[in-house]
């Protein structure tokens, strides 16, 4: 089997990854090896395929983990900067809803196609079908091996990303490379991820959705809140309000997550007074079904099970249902509860919270403190942020720094194209 020696082996191609071996390809020989048959598999799904890729209001405050020192990364690359970068590199961005960044083609294809021209550009390779197993320390040199073969390089960028989505590209493998050079590793739990609820609450109300306040409860406790649409999936609540919830639902501890529900309100925008003179007076409409009470307000699915968990004996006629009828399902249109069985997993999260400790690594390259020449990005670290672009901004901004530091540590009279 070939033995490839270069200056720089990044490990994995997917968002850190590819802005990182673009700046090191300036510096010196650098190849990216991949697990995957092809680079970018998550770049391409994410934001639905438009690739959300940043949000003009990035601040720590929208981050979790180790966010002191991560703001250190972050205050280096405003999102203007990072716009800047892509406009340079030809790509344009547009903004939309809540500062949520795009390409201007709304194509994730053309930010991944921008990254892979800059990096073959400058005469970097992306090797495919390559999952490094082992990294040993080798005389001067990093030894890189895995069924596909051994590269020996002087400096490496670890960008494995982390555990969410294994269908294209999740695994464990980053954690565990990274461990073996010395480093450590919080605990891990799936973020930005639907939560599970009981079949028998979860089934009838399959696609369904509503708009909605939906707020975390862990027994008397209100633990966080989100407001946007709802999607009933037939086994979890999901939807954006309800990722930005799962973070909070993680770090709960065991007893609290055993007493966890979802509340759902409904109609946020009425209080209980509104919502009870509108169905008196829905209600006193002649020869309206009572299980239809709720249609003119709720989506029709939803709608008949919030008067299923208010009324015990629903009458024919809405005209039956008597005040305090009235008031219990004027609460449950507020107040929707759903107890949480879990996560739906890996397999659905879009982020992992938990990683490598920044304290392990040096925020000003990227360099690790446990193992100088090699160099950790993106998800791997005990960063993650909001739904939002948040994310893929994080791993461009540590994919920039790692690469231009490896990059200066190993030639530093390169001439950069992007001032940092
Ligand atoms: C469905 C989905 C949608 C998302 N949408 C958005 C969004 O719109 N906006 C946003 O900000 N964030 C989004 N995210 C999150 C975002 O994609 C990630 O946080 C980001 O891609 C992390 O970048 P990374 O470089 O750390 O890891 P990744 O982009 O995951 O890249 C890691 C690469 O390393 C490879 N790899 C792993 N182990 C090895 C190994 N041992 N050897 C070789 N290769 C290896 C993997 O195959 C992968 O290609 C989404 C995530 C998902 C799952």
């Given at each position: 089997?070939?033995?490839?020696?270069?200056?720089?082996?990044v490990?994995g191609a997917?968002?850190?990854?590819?802005?990182?071996?673009g700046e090191t390809?300036?510096?010196?020989?650098?190849?990216v090896?991949e697990?995957?048959?092809?680079?970018?598999?998550?770049l391409?799904?994410?934001?639905?395929?438009r690739?959300?890729?940043?949000?003009s209001g990035?601040?720590?405050?929208?981050y979790?983990?180790?966010?002191?020192?991560?703001?250190r990364?972050l205050?280096?690359?405003?999102?203007?900067?990072?716009?800047?970068?892509?406009?340079?590199?030809?790509?344009l961005?547009?903004e939309?809803?809540?500062?949520r960044?795009?390409p201007?083609g709304m194509q994730a294809?053309?930010?991944?196609?921008?990254?892979l021209?800059?990096?073959q550009?400058?005469g970097g390779?992306?090797?495919c079908?390559?999952?490094?197993?082992?990294?040993?320390?080798?005389?001067?040199?990093?030894?890189?091996?895995g069924?596909?073969?051994?590269?020996?390089a002087?400096?490496?960028i670890?960008?494995?990303?982390?555990m969410?989505?294994p269908?294209l590209?999740g695994?464990?493998s980053?954690y565990?490379?990274?461990?073996?050079?010395?480093h450590s590793?919080t605990?891990l739990?799936?973020s930005l991820?639907?939560l599970?609820?009981?079949?028998?609450?979860?089934?009838p109300?399959?696609?369904?959705r509503s708009?909605?306040e939906?707020?975390?409860?862990?027994g008397?406790?209100g633990v966080?809140s989100?407001?946007?649409?709802?999607?009933f999936t037939g086994?979890?609540?999901?939807?954006?309000?309800?990722?930005e919830?799962s973070?909070a639902?993680g770090?709960?501890?065991?007893?609290?997550?055993?007493?966890?529900?979802?509340s759902?309100?409904?109609?946020?925008e009425h209080?209980?007074?509104?919502?009870?003179s509108?169905l008196r007076?829905?209600?006193s409409?002649p020869?309206?079904?009572?299980?239809?009470?709720l249609?003119g307000?709720?989506?029709?699915?939803v709608?008949?099970?919030v008067?299923?968990?208010?009324?015990?004996r629903?009458?024919?006629?809405?005209?039956?249902?008597r005040p305090?009828?009235l008031?219990?399902?004027a609460?449950r249109?507020?107040?929707?509860?759903f107890?949480?069985?879990?996560?739906?997993?890996w397999?659905h999260?879009?982020?992992t919270?938990?990683?490598?400790?920044l304290?392990?690594?040096?925020?000003?390259?990227?360099?690790?403190?446990l193992?100088?020449?090699?160099?950790l990005t993106?998800?791997?670290?005990?960063?993650?942020?909001?739904c939002?672009?948040?994310?893929?901004?994080?791993?461009?901004?540590t994919?920039?720094?790692?690469g231009?530091?490896?990059?200066?540590a190993?030639?530093?009279a390169v001439h950069w194209?992007?001032?940092?």
């Amino acid at each position: 089997m070939e033995t490839h020696q270069v200056e720089f082996a990044v490990v994995g191609a997917g968002a850190s990854g590819l802005m990182a071996a673009g700046e090191t390809a300036q510096a010196g020989p650098t190849l990216v090896l991949e697990a995957k048959q092809r680079p970018g598999k998550k770049l391409l799904a994410t934001g639905n395929g438009r690739c959300n890729l940043g949000n003009s209001g990035a601040s720590p405050a929208r981050y979790h983990g180790d966010v002191a020192r991560a703001a250190r990364v972050l205050e280096r690359f405003p999102p203007e900067k990072l716009e800047q970068f892509w406009r340079r590199n030809g790509m344009l961005c547009r903004e939309l809803d809540e500062g949520r960044l795009y390409p201007y083609g709304m194509q994730a294809a053309s930010v991944l196609e921008c990254l892979l021209r800059r990096v073959q550009r400058r005469g970097g390779e992306i090797l495919c079908d390559f999952p490094v197993e082992e990294i040993r320390r080798e005389k001067g040199f990093f030894a890189l091996s895995g069924p596909a073969g051994k590269v020996r390089a002087r400096r490496v960028i670890l960008a494995c990303g982390g555990m969410a989505a294994p269908a294209l590209g999740g695994n464990p493998s980053g954690y565990r490379l990274a461990s073996a050079l010395g480093h450590s590793c919080t605990p891990l739990f799936p973020s930005l991820v639907p939560l599970s609820t009981l079949p028998e609450r979860a089934r009838p109300l399959k696609g369904a959705r509503s708009l909605a306040e939906v707020s975390l409860w862990a027994g008397s406790r209100g633990v966080a809140s989100s407001r946007g649409e709802v999607q009933f999936t037939g086994d979890s609540l999901s939807g954006i309000c309800v990722f930005e919830l799962s973070r909070a639902y993680g770090e709960l501890t065991d007893a609290q997550k055993r007493e966890a529900e979802l509340s759902v309100c409904l109609m946020p925008e009425h209080g209980p007074g509104d919502i009870f003179s509108f169905l008196r007076t829905a209600a006193s409409s002649p020869l309206l079904p009572a299980q239809e009470l709720l249609d003119g307000m709720l989506n029709r699915l939803v709608a008949r099970e919030v008067l299923r968990a208010a009324v015990r004996r629903l009458p024919q006629e809405a005209s039956e249902l008597r005040p305090p009828q009235l008031s219990a399902i004027a609460a449950r249109v507020r107040d929707f509860r759903f107890p949480v069985t879990g996560t739906a997993g890996w397999a659905h999260a879009q982020v992992t919270a938990g990683g490598v400790p920044l304290s392990e690594v040096d925020v000003s390259t990227m360099e690790s403190r446990l193992c100088p020449g090699v160099y950790l990005t993106g998800e791997l670290l005990n960063v993650d942020g909001d739904c939002g672009g948040y994310n893929l901004h994080w791993a461009w901004a540590t994919g920039l720094l790692a690469g231009r530091s490896a990059g200066k540590a190993a030639d530093p009279a390169v001439h950069w194209d992007v001032r940092l």
